[in-house]
């Protein structure tokens, strides 16, 4: 009886990894037979209900422009509850005031679960609401900046630029710590005189007249260290953990995709080979800030 169970057992594992093999092979065959448009379908149907879209130029998950999250505005609560969903990012809020409006411009880089990704936001809180200091709404459309920035670990990992309140990209299975990366920014202003207060919102904020280049409307900067930002100081040991994490789940990643170079394939990959991971790789593909709507959290 104990020799029969024995055989049973490893002839099931071995028909387990047959029926991998032919799996993993019928999986990498229905990737290689897709066009890029049949798998960007596919991967944007996972990633449109989160708000986010797949940039095939780039390789790279981004945001849309019209988004859910466009609803939530911005508080640093959502900065300070970030390591809770394995978010470990270096956040930089600039404050200036313009045309009777307080504007909050915020930078971010780090890891985002298992992408690389860095982020530029354009809020805005105006003078006559009721609304706590804490709580910027974001940019309307005739709000939005033309923005753009490189964002850069050793090497250039990838660009973006466009007309928004909310910039972002996000290099999916790469790790990183957020003290390696740096990002070049770019801000063009409807005019000078929001620029100049923008500039002047720097230098408060610790950058050096050298630092800074201005061309026409336009502000450049580079984006290396954070500053005394409270969030970038709190939940270290949480951020430790999560980091570890991220890394771990990095690596599974890259493992279990290795037969595929670009992450459009990657994906679509798993989503063949095992949809229930693909749906887990999609969530920790894109920021899970802990989502509070304003008309239920914040009173007036």
């Not at 989160?50 to 780039?58: A, I, K, V």
């Not at 026409?216 to 949480?238: D, L």
Request: charged fraction near 25%.
């Amino acid at each position: 009886m104990r020799y029969f169970l024995l055989g049973l057992a490893v002839l099931i594992i071995v028909i387990c990894l047959v029926w991998n093999y032919l799996r993993r092979r019928w999986a990498i065959r229905k990737v290689k037979c897709l066009s890029d448009e049949e798998k960007l379908l596919y991967v944007d149907a996972a990633l449109n209900p989160f708000g986010f879209e797949f940039d095939l130029n780039c390789d790279i998950v981004v945001s849309k422009n019209d988004v859910w999250q466009r609803d939530f505005g911005y508080m640093d609560l959502y900065d300070e509850k970030a390591p809770f969903f394995n978010m470990v990012m270096d956040a930089v809020p600039i404050y200036f005031d313009y045309d009777g409006k307080e504007y909050r411009i915020e930078l971010w880089k780090g890891q985002y679960g298992i992408t690389t990704g860095g982020e530029i936001g354009v809020y805005i809180r105006d003078n006559h609401t009721n609304y706590p200091k804490t709580y910027y709404r974001a940019a309307n459309d005739e709000e939005r900046l033309d923005m753009s920035f490189v964002l850069t670990k050793k090497c250039d990992l990838f660009c973006r630029c466009d007309k928004s309140w909310w910039l972002t990209g996000f290099d999916v299975g790469v790790f990183s710590k957020p003290k390696d990366l740096k990002m070049s920014i770019c801000i063009c202003f409807p005019n000078c005189e929001m620029q100049e207060a923008f500039v002047n919102a720097l230098i408060e904020a610790g950058y050096a007249c050298c630092q800074l280049n201005n061309c026409e409307n336009a502000v450049c900067f580079e984006y290396c260290c954070p500053n005394h930002y409270k969030p970038n100081m709190k939940h270290r040991i949480i951020k430790c953990f999560a980091q570890i994490a991220n890394y771990i789940n990095c690596h599974i990643y890259m493992h279990f995709t290795r037969w595929f170079n670009r992450t459009i394939d990657k994906l679509t990959y798993l989503r063949f080979m095992s949809p229930c991971l693909y749906r887990f790789i999609i969530r920790l593909s894109i920021p899970r800030r802990k989502q509070m709507k304003p008309h239920k959290h914040i009173k007036k």
